[in-house]
DNA sequence: CGAAAATTTGACATGACTCAACTGGAGTGG
DNA sequence: CCACTCCAGTTGAGTCATGTCAAATTTTCG
């Protein structure tokens, strides 16, 4: 549903960045990423599907995470306009994912198909070196979140997310922030009347 | 000291994993690739340096570490034969490195210069995919890593450690484990000692 | 407006850390 | 072969960080 002819100029003046684009490459990706617009909370990825798409955010905001045993949520990622969002263990081994991916806001975003985004990879090698950069940079800030994870406290962690992510801490819930942090809401609202209790006492 | 002329069959073979490389491809790799002998607890990245090696594992083992300001050492990464080790901020942002990297058993490695890695990925395209794989394959299991940190207790991820990595907590003193999984040894020893308690009680 | 979700608060429970002491190998040099 | 040191590992007591549960309040969205 809600499928349109694609306006790929986002996805386009994201990738200039990087390695620009030839006409051809261009054409190419018209070709085969699809625009689609995303209400808020549908989901563009359940847990016991295969991830058949890669996905760009034109705009809006997504999570991905997973439901543990005792019905809990836990929120490995948050991805706005101009990222990427796909459960890449699914997308590459073709077997069932174990996560969800949502929509938190009315989004649009452009995506391609396994197959079709190998076949880019193949015949047109510049995609190959863009989509090595942009796991590169996305496993270097993910590195940054475990160290942060394995080396700092609650509260620790809430400010640095609140320094790197100054734009979803305005936007998000707080039970979503906490869900990402790893900890309970009850908890991050302890956490926010302590910090607020600090800047007070000047 | 102890360069020696490269024999890149390990990483070749590596890479036949992937995608083969071809007769002009291997003899780029063995052109550039630098053998090196390395001792137990020497250095091949040390904070504040900038990274300018990508490192190939061709036998023994390194830990990544950060230190903090109460002079902690926090472990971000294991790697092993066949793995590879690298501060992939500092090495393509070129700025200094917040890490080190330490040999935990007398070491056997491929190195490579970045600006020969760049040369490699400009000149053979072949590379660029080939390393497009290698970080995804990284950045998944990062990720299984870090969900475990946001929705497990420190006894249900060392047990997913241990299912995960039975070679490595063979071979791995507990301190380093503790400090992988984030917490301190003696409460590893803790869990250890409960751990046993529970397979008693058959 | 009305329902559902987010936030806050407090009492209590538990997970994990700190510190200090002790144990027991694995080298190393005599 | 012994004595010595040096780590890794263990243990226990006390403390701090974070979770659980339940209830009241406020905000958001349909």
């Not at 005792?70 to 306009?81: G, N, R, V």
């Amino acid at each position: 549903m809600a499928d349109q002819p694609s306006q790929p100029e986002p996805l386009i003046a994201y990738f200039r960045q990087y390695f620009p684009l030839n006409a051809v490459e261009k054409s190419e990706a018209g070709k085969f990423f699809t625009e689609r617009t995303i209400r808020r909370r549908q989901f563009i990825l359940q847990e016991g599907d295969v991830c058949n798409h890669f996905t760009f955010i034109v705009s809006g905001c997504f999570k991905m995470y997973a439901v543990t045993e005792d019905a809990k949520e836990h929120i490995l990622q948050f991805s706005t306009e101009n990222e990427w969002i796909s459960d890449l263990n699914s997308f590459y081994s073709r077997e069932p994912s174990k996560l969800f991916i949502e929509a938190l806001e009315p989004a649009l975003i452009l995506q391609i198909k396994h197959q079709d985004l190998l076949h880019l990879f193949t015949s047109h090698h510049k995609f190959d070196r863009n989509f090595r950069i942009v796991v590169e940079r996305a496993y270097i800030q993910l590195q940054e979140r475990m160290l942060a994870n394995i080396s700092s406290s609650a509260e620790q962690r809430y400010e640095q997310f609140l320094k790197n992510n100054p734009e979803l801490a305005r936007r998000l819930p707080g039970t979503q922030i906490a869900s990402y942090l790893g900890i309970t809401p009850e908890f991050l609202s302890k956490i926010r009347k302590s910090i607020v209790g600090k800047s007070h006492k000047s």
